[in-house]
């Protein structure tokens, strides 16, 4: 059974930054694994992907501000995010798939964790 849980959110002030992580378990990092987020009050939207092979890709709102990254021998995903801004608050979530298709792509990820809110103000 795959799980995924995330940490690392928190309330924070405008600029400063947070740091989430997601341990997976069950699971050997799969081909791609990504963040979303929910807004509140909206659906949920990709916030950045990484594949197998290390190639990222990023939500225009978050580019240059937000990194993604992964550690297969730890099997954790991060998300370090900068400069952050109120309209970033939302919860976050951790996804991991195999199907293909856009990263953004909700339907691509199989697993999804519980979330993390981030909260920014």
């Known amino acids: 059974q795959v799980q995924l849980v995330e940490s690392g959110g928190g309330s924070v002030q405008a600029g400063e930054s947070l740091k989430l992580s997601c341990a997976a378990s069950g699971y050997t990092l799969p081909l791609h694994m990504a963040w979303f987020r929910r807004l509140p009050g909206q659906g949920r939207e990709g916030v950045a992907a990484i594949a197998g092979d290390g190639r990222t890709d990023y939500a225009d709102s978050v580019k240059g501000r937000f990194t993604i990254s992964r550690d297969n021998a730890k099997n954790t995903l991060y998300l370090q995010m900068n400069s952050l801004k109120p309209e970033d608050t939302a919860m976050y979530y951790c996804?991991?798939?195999?199907?293909?298709?856009?990263?953004?792509?909700?339907?691509?990820?199989?697993?999804w964790g519980q979330g993390t809110q981030v909260t920014v103000s």
């Open positions: 996804v991991a798939g195999t199907k293909g298709g856009a990263w953004y792509l909700q339907r691509r990820y199989d697993y």
